[in-house]
């Protein structure tokens, strides 16, 4: 694995000695070259497990290895100077992610600038370069954020992350703030590039459909917790967990037939809040099948197939 | 069909918008009907003009900088555009519900769910205030949020985005309106929650014969609700019609882009097909189609000429439809009008 997430875990305190439980041991890796789809919905916590994996946030427990070795539990500035060469980071909000005092060149050269100690000047092939590789142009060099759409931002922040020639991408949603057709160019391009550079990624997302297209493996959180595991296509088309087999039957598929033939299988209620969770199945609450033992005990994620791992008592 | 059949009809508008950098063309020459009791989606893209179609119905736009040039909107037999503002305050929440992307900013955060919802009863059905707040009540178990008396008295930040839809919902069919526009309801909410908040629109549809205009930008969501299409590009509806013409008989390469770049649960579909470019800019909308420089069919008619409207029920703007066009990817109207 190239990195290595071993029982991670990321609580919040709140006052009144509360905790809220946004990552509880997750074990989850990434292999050289593979990309890994985290899928959940607002407050599983997969983006809290993306910062936290690369130390944007401390660890409240368990650990992380990169190349095997124990990345510290807090990171000062010169563990993310270190780090900065290897992983990188592209964000969801492609208009709050650049500055808007910035220029585009003076965006993207900044990185690698500090890294290698030379002036912005010595550059400009170099960003050029990446500019016209994320589908840019040379004339867009001294404009500012402002002057740029949505799809065309998120290019900026491709850029920006992969100047520097990183290991590992963290996408923390990349796409969820694009319109259907920008979002299909921007995964294109992300997989061209992971494809040539050699990229491992983590693309977080909610949208599985989507995520299915750029990942090898995928990963499904509920609340915390790490509920389903396996190779992307397989977990897409033969879901385990009861809660990855509601997500993926609510997700609206564009065929009208389909959707007249749809028996509706929803689910009640709301993902619950994450303070102070009692120790049992997660999903134990909204699950159409849920047992006694389910409100009892907190299922291990084991592998119940070839590959495929489920947290579930009743598999 | 008739007239009496339309819960809306939309003829020929045109909005623009004065900016710095000159005038945005925003909404050119477009038309819709939405028939009584059934769902049209309008769908497309950001910027495409959809959301400033349907808020210059309402008078929503800001004006100036906003201007209706052209065209016309009727509601039943009334028109509505260029009336008094007075007369539109009548109508506007009364017989025109209206439901936003996110109704944590479309509701006031300073009062309770319950006081939004009754001012509407209150102005619009002249309710005393106890037989306002009774109605409340039952309006909120009738899109189902749990516990309506206690959730009256709530503010809207107590609430969850999925429970804010549902009190959204709720405001919006207080007086019992024809036509009820909601403009990317769904798109802010998680998918388990999407599913409910469509299933809920469904039953009101059946239960109150509701009218429902459904802006969206996803084309499952269309594919789940939607009776009748209208499919937008740089403001103009490129095309309209059932929708299982737009699905399964395309008219537009626009539509057949769009439906490509789409994600789906078909296990043979491995690859997402993207549409190159971007949309034309509308401060100078190109004198042809709009969407001939993303086109692949384009000819050059299509960058010179705007194409007319071809079909009937199931209509497209696009050139490949004349007699006269070679074959192409997308379906002759032709031949689906003479089996009509």
Known sequence: MLIEATALRKFFSLSGGRQVHAVDEVSLGIAEHEVVGLVGESGSGKTTFGKTLIGLHDKSGGEVRYRGELLPARYGAADFRKQASEIQMIFQDPYGSLNPRMTIFEIIAEGLAIREGRSLAALRDKV?????RVGLHADHLSRYPHEFSGGQRQRVGIAR??????????????????????????????????????????????????VRYVSNRMAVMYLGSLIELGPAEDLYFRPLHPYTQLLIASNPEPDPEHERQRQDQLISGEIPSPVDLKAHCRFAGRCPKAEARCFEERPALREVLPGRLVACHLL | MMTHDYALQVDNLAVEFDTYGGVVQAVRDVSFKLRKGKTLAIVGESGCGKSVTVQSLMGLIPMPPGRITRGS?????????????????????????MIFQDPMSALNPTMTIGRQIAETLVVHRGLSASAARAEVIELLRLTQISQPEKRLDQYPFEFSGGMLQRAMIALSIACKPEVLIADEPTTALDVTIQAQILLLLQELQSSHGLSIILITHDLGVVARMAHDVAVMYAGQV?????????????????????????????????????????????????????????????????????????????????????????ASPVTSLMVNNKAD
């Not at chain 2, 079909?311 to 696009?318: L, P, S, W």
């Open chain 1, 128 to 132: 050029v370069y990446w500019l016209e």
């Open chain 1, 161 to 210: 992350a992969l100047i520097v020639e990183p290991k590992l991408l963290i996408c923390d949603e990349p796409i969820s703030a694009l319109d259907v057709s920008v979002q299909a160019q921007v995964v294109q391009l992300l997989g061209e590039l992971q494809a040539s550079m050699g990229l491992s990624m983590l693309f977080i997302a909610h949208d599985l459909s989507m």
């Open chain 2, 73 to 97: 909107a009727r509601l039943g037999n009334d028109e509505l555009i260029g009336i008094a503002p007075a007369a539109l305050n009548a109508i506007r929440g009364k017989r025109i519900g």
């Open chain 2, 238 to 326: 490129v095309e309209s019609g059932l929708v299982d013409d737009i699905f399964y008989r395309s008219a537009h390469p626009y539509t057949l882009g769009l439906r490509a770049a789409m994600p789906s649960n078909d296990p043979r579909k491995r690859q997402l097909q993207i549409i190159p470019g971007s949309p034309p800019d509308l401060f100078a909308p190109p004198p042809g189609c709009g969407f001939a420089d993303r086109c692949a069919q384009a000819m050059r008619v299509c960058r010179d000429t705007p194409p007319p409207a071809y079909g009937h029920t199931h209509q497209a703007r696009c050139w490949l439809q004349d007699p006269l066009a070679p």
